[in-house]
């Protein structure tokens, strides 16, 4: 059974840094692409950065520069490093797996519960 546990949110103030994880369980890891997606209030969730298998990365506007993305295939575990945040990145954030390249935000196949962070100003 497939199992994404996110960690690491919480509350920090604009400038601040976390480090979100999300340990997988229940399938190939290593095999899968692995993203992070957030959702605001009132918003729809978006993308904020995938990785493939082998480590490539792509990153929205809005977190490029800022966020970093990383995978340990050993540890079954996805990072997102998150740098200089701001209030408009408070979100509850989301990893997600996929064996498939390409597709949209609905279409991911596995969730995590998400974690919430809170950045203050």
């Known amino acids: 059974q497939v199992q994404l546990v996110e960690s690491g949110g919480g509350s920090v103030q604009a400038g601040g840094s976390l480090r979100l994880s999300c340990t997988a369980s229940?399938?190939?890891?290593?095999?899968?692409?692995m993203g992070w997606f957030r959702q605001a209030p009132g918003k729809e969730r978006e993308g904020v950065a995938r990785?493939?298998?082998?480590?490539?990365?792509a990153y929205s506007n809005s977190v490029r520069g800022r966020f970093s993305i990383s995978r340990d295939n050993a540890k079954n575990e996805l990072y997102l490093q998150m740098n200089s945040l701001t209030p408009g990145d408070t979100a509850v954030y989301y990893c997600?797996?996929?064996?498939?390249?390409?597709?949209?935000?609905?279409?991911?196949?596995?969730w995590g519960q998400g974690t919430q962070v809170t950045v203050s100003s």
């Open positions: 990785i493939t298998p082998g480590g490539g990365t």
């Open positions: 997600a797996a996929d064996k498939r390249t390409g597709v949209g935000v609905a279409e991911w196949g596995y």
């Open positions: 229940g399938y190939s890891y290593s095999s899968y692409y």
